[in-house]
């Protein structure tokens, strides 16, 4: 039996949420993109059938809103995708222990009747911008987010205020959705869209060779010296056990390699 407890929650209510005093349960504050590919349900899974300590409950945030979270003493460990963010955190945090633990990719994907000159970014959000296409956006202060207003500004594209800019302030699963009955495009995490690809229509666009659409994750254990469980999880995940178990998710959940070691 599984001991994986999913809490999708809103960051307004994070101050209402338990603390995380007790040394036999961890709170896992995780980007919605791995949450929503399936990936940190396998993890924690085979975390507790290798024998792993503690029961491990899962918070469904952006990476804004789990860091947030930690630093209210609401989590002992995190799983995030922005980097500037996370190198804020772990100035305020000194006790805070930090390290990369796998890296996807971020893909645009659109409704299929929409055609793009080249499958670049460049191509992709320009012809959006010029000929009005919806374009869903988190919004949320997730790293796909910031990723998302990263390239806007690289081709010199402001949306803001724009009518076909439509903005839906949830998870990632959620914005797919959008972006399918909106008939748009959206930036995704790739596991997350591959997890969702058989209930929407959108396909991906661009070539998948752009750099800039890397997407690497750290997982973070707030205080080393709070929880015992969330230290042992840590290291497990940073582990080679870790590794294989985030290589054989790719095999599971996917059937594609997605996920990648750093």
Do not use: K
């Amino acid at each position: 039996m599984t001991r994986f407890a999913m809490l999708v929650v809103a960051f307004a209510l994070a101050a209402s949420a338990c603390s995380s005093s007790s040394d036999d349960r961890v709170i896992l504050a995780a980007g919605t993109t791995v949450v929503d590919s399936g990936l940190v349900e396998y993890l924690v899974d085979v975390y507790a059938e290798s024998g792993g300590a503690g029961e491990i409950d899962v918070l469904a945030l952006s990476s804004q809103q789990s860091l947030a979270y930690a630093s209210a003493g609401n989590a002992d460990i995190t799983i995030t995708h922005e980097e500037d963010l996370l190198a804020s955190f772990l100035l305020e945090n000194p006790a805070a222990v930090s390290s990369p633990v796998f890296e996807s990719r971020f893909v645009y994907v659109a409704a299929p009747d929409l055609t793009f000159a080249l499958p670049t970014v460049e191509s992709i959000l320009e012809t959006v911008a010029a000929e009005g296409i919806n374009f869903v956006s988190r919004d949320d202060g997730s790293g796909t987010y910031l990723r998302e207003i990263a390239m806007w500004d690289a081709v010199g594209v402001d949306p803001t205020g724009e009518p076909w800019y439509i903005r839906t302030g949830t998870g990632m699963g959620e914005t797919l959705l959008v972006a399918d009955q909106r008939e748009g495009v959206t930036l995704a995490e790739a596991g997350a869209y591959i997890s969702a690809s058989n209930s929407i229509s959108l396909v991906p666009v661009d070539d998948g060779s752009d750099p800039r659409l890397v997407n690497p994750y750290d997982v973070t254990v707030i205080d080393p010296t709070a929880n015992d469980a969330a230290v042992e999880f840590f290291a497990w995940l940073t582990s080679q056990a870790g590794g294989a178990a985030v290589m054989a998710a790719n095999e599971d959940l996917f059937g594609v390699e997605v996920y990648v070691l750093p």
